[in-house]
């Protein structure tokens, strides 16, 4: 089973994204966080603030995981991580907004993106964003677990053709083999897998709706 969905506050979850100071990488100042959450429920601890992937990048949200005193990290041979964009899903032109509904997607694993993405929009869902994935891992690190880690289908990448990329952006934790190194053993890992791939560890993250200011 997941562990508990409770998410902090979003007053707690504001006051850890400028601590770490993703408003100033966002361009967003401290109050305009502030008086977002205050307008939707401080105290609200069943949604997630996230942020705008194109304001707050992957690559960029990555290295601020933490797994003990191991940070995260981009696997090396996906230099193209930013480019991979909510697909099927329209985002408002807001800067800020809630996901809600949270699921890990357990119930998926050893699924494929092909045979769970269908599962997860039957179900009046939308398969979570990368960006998503990792504002959820910054405020609950422990919904990262190893052997029940999940894949994040919202953002594709789209080839210059216009057909999109057999690959699909995931949150997992490294054993420290092969090109991740022995000093990434445990760490928070962006990576990715193919389409139509099996995995018994990773499920499909989804959430049920997403709220804008």
């Known amino acids: 089973m997941p562990p508990e969905t409770l998410l902090p506050t979003l007053a707690e979850q504001a006051g850890r994204l400028i601590a770490l100071e993703v408003h100033t990488l966002a361009g967003l100042s401290e109050q305009a966080l502030r008086d977002a959450v205050e307008q939707w429920g401080s105290d609200r601890t069943d949604a997630l603030l996230a942020i705008d ?38 985002l408002g032109r807001e800067a800020l907004y809630l996901v809600e509904g949270l699921e890990r997607g357990d119930e998926y694993e050893n699924w494929s993106a092909e045979e769970a993405l269908p599962a997860i929009t039957g179900r009046d869902r939308t398969p979570l964003l990368l960006s998503e994935g990792l504002h959820w891992v910054l405020q609950q690190g422990e919904i990262l ?69």
């Open 53 to 90: 992937p194109a304001l707050a990048p992957p690559s960029a949200l990555t290295p601020l995981l933490r797994r003990g005193e191991k940070p995260g990290f981009v696997v090396e041979d996906m230099t193209d991580v930013d480019q991979f964009a909510p697909t099927g899903l329209e």
């Open 145 to 213: 677990e190893r052997g029940h880690c999940f894949m994040t289908i919202g953002s594709r990448l789209t080839k210059p053709t216009g057909k999109l990329d057999s690959r699909t952006p995931a949150l997992w934790i490294s054993n420290g083999t092969g090109r991740d190194g022995k000093d990434r053993q445990d760490a928070p890992k962006l990576g990715w897998c193919w389409w139509g791939n099996r995995h018994t560890w990773l499920g499909f993250a989804s959430a049920a709706r997403r709220t804008a200011v």
